[in-house]
């Protein structure tokens, strides 16, 4: 299949990049493949964008003048609303890992060092809105734990009946195991559909769940590691 094929062609989104070079180059080679495409050269312009357009996904450079990619992307999840939950990739040139590691506990979705191949961010980017846009069904509805219920044909998380943010990242994880509540799923399995294949974004999410489902994140109760495999997610019965 080529890049160009895609049924996301009206996704819309937002590429932040100080590089005038890079950044005309991806809006031409993304405007091509079909989607709409909106573009800043700071954070500064791409808050404005954010607060008054929608957005599906948002590409953001690490580093840039001023306010970095890393914090306006942890100004994006600490948004309420679609902004909050927005999916958000990262492009850098370093390559290193405690960037890497910081933007998977900010809840980036990907990341991709640069140089790259086009249609690998192409690829990439429709990975993420394929699994947005046509959520894989979960048997057995809507699970209990604790205080919180977790839908997983909605992708929404309650507490007490007040909804709690997630990540796509996060609610494609929590989905994955509410497939199979009370069975362990390999790490590796649940790291397919993640931006580092290592494993290390699936602990990090989970770190970022427990903090939001657990009364104990320390000592957790649902949402459970199993040694030398993965995690299972342990709903109340």
């Known amino acids: 299949m080529s890049a160009f094929d895609t049924d996301t ?4 989104l ?20 079909g989607f709409r495409v909106s573009a800043a050269r ?6 404005r964008l ?19 990619g890393l914090s306006l992307a942890s100004w994006m999840r600490a948004r309420p609303g679609s902004v909050g939950g927005m999916p958000i990739m990262m492009l850098t040139a370093r390559g290193l890992p405690e960037d890497r590691i910081e933007g998977l506990r900010l809840g980036v979705d990907d990341y991709l060092a640069k140089p790259f191949e086009p249609e690998e961010l192409v690829l990439r980017i429709r990975s993420i809105l394929r699994r947005t846009a046509t959520p894989p069904k979960a048997s057995g509805g809507p699970v ?3 205080a919180c219920q977790f839908d997983p ?35 590796l399995e649940l790291a397919r559909d ?21 009364a104990d994140p320390k000592t957790p109760r649902y949402l459970q590691t199993v040694r030398g495999v993965g995690y299972l997610l342990a709903p109340d019965a």
């Open 153 to 187: 044909d909605r992708g929404e998380l309650t507490r007490d009946g007040t909804p709690v943010r997630l990540t796509e990242a996060e609610v494609a994880l929590l989905r994955h195991l509410a497939r199979s509540p009370d069975r362990p799923v390999d790490r």
């Open 144 to 146: 209990q734990l604790g």
């Open 9 to 12: 062609s009206a996704s819309h």
């Open 50 to 68: 954010v607060e008054t357009l929608d957005f599906d996904l948002a590409i953001l450079d690490v580093m840039m003048p001023g306010e970095d």
């Open 42 to 47: 700071d954070s500064a312009t791409a808050r």
């Open 194 to 214: 993640t931006a580092d294949p290592s494993g290390r974004a699936v602990d990090i999410q989970v770190t970022r769940l427990r903090r939001k489902i657990e």
């Open 14 to 33: 937002l590429v932040v990049d100080d590089d005038n070079r890079i950044r005309d180059l991806l809006k031409e080679y993304l405007s091509r493949a």
